[in-house]
């Protein structure tokens, strides 16, 4: 269980941001060391963020958050800031994220998930934030999560140099596009219904590059913690086509990317099992794995396919706590 107890030098950094004495109560934190805050005072509220160094560095969503914003996108603006003690003070979006709306609500799925799409259209309209590459090196350093945690959780030992030389077979044609700013995490719990305001609101940021326009469809559309209906997603991925004029080359690219962002969260939530004892996430990979194969039957996938045929049968895709007994 997480610590929700607020970091000591809290009430001291409130004060200097014009917020003492304001209470401080605990908000879901994600997956990483981060962990939020609400700070409530006379009938307003802000998000307290607590990203200690040295393991996580607030400084990237600063700066992404205040990109975003002088583009007119909606990220919390930035409201006092501490890099030393990795405390940062954010405007608060509210409890309402897209996905529990969603499921509270299905009849506006439609609505809401073309609205996320338009938000990409309006994106990738723009040159690239100034962000690091999403580049060959950290395609095959997270499609590799999936050989170096899943497989040996299962007590698979894989063939790591074909599996990367698979990769190489078929994402070098994703490299050649223009690059524009990848969220990254774009998807139904990191998308906001910001109270007062037609605007939805972006979150988790943090880890933007600037790589293919295709990816952050397959964030949103190929969402490893909410079901996404095959056919959302195709009318999704029409409506991204039809506006912005992208052709079948982008298809190919959504498959490739949505094969390799798949095998990595796999990878992912085997290492948050594994490492950092967070056991509900494994429970999360069968949904991911539906995904991945539904991205393999791409033809431009097949070297990758053969490697997946050839290494890890049908009955090790899974929930790896479920397949190793754990």
Known sequence: MADMNPPAAAPAFLADAGWAGAEILPVAGDASF???????MGGRSAILMDAPPPHEDPRPFISIAKWLTGKGFAAPAILHEDLEQGLVLIEDFGDARMRETVDAAPE??????????????DLHKHEAAPVDPYDMAVYHREAGLLTEWYCPAIGIDADADAYRAAWDAVLEPVLDHPPVTVLRDYHAENIMLIPGSDDLGLLDFQD??????????????????????????IAMLDRY??????????????????????????????????????????????????YLERDLAH??????????????????????MAIAGA
């Open 34 to 40: 981060r962990r939020y805050f609400r700070a409530v």
């Open 241 to 290: 086509k039809r506006i912005t004029g992208a052709g079948d080359a982008f298809d190919v690219a959504y498959h490739v990317l949505g094969a390799q962002r798949n095998a990595k969260i796999v990878g992912i939530f085997t290492r948050l099992w594994k490492r950092d004892g967070k056991p509900r996430y494994p429970t999360l990979c069968p949904r991911v794995w539906r």
């Open 108 to 121: 506006s799925e439609l609505r809401l998930y073309e609205a996320a799409i338009d938000i990409l259209i």
């Open 299 to 320: 033809p431009a996938l097949k070297p990758v396919a053969d490697w997946f045929d050839a290494n890890l049968p049908a009955g090790m895709r899974g929930d790896p």
């Open 208 to 233: 933007a590059l600037a790589g293919h326009p295709a990816y952050d469809l397959v964030s949103l559309l190929q969402d490893a913690r909410r079901d996404v209906p095959a056919e959302l997603e």
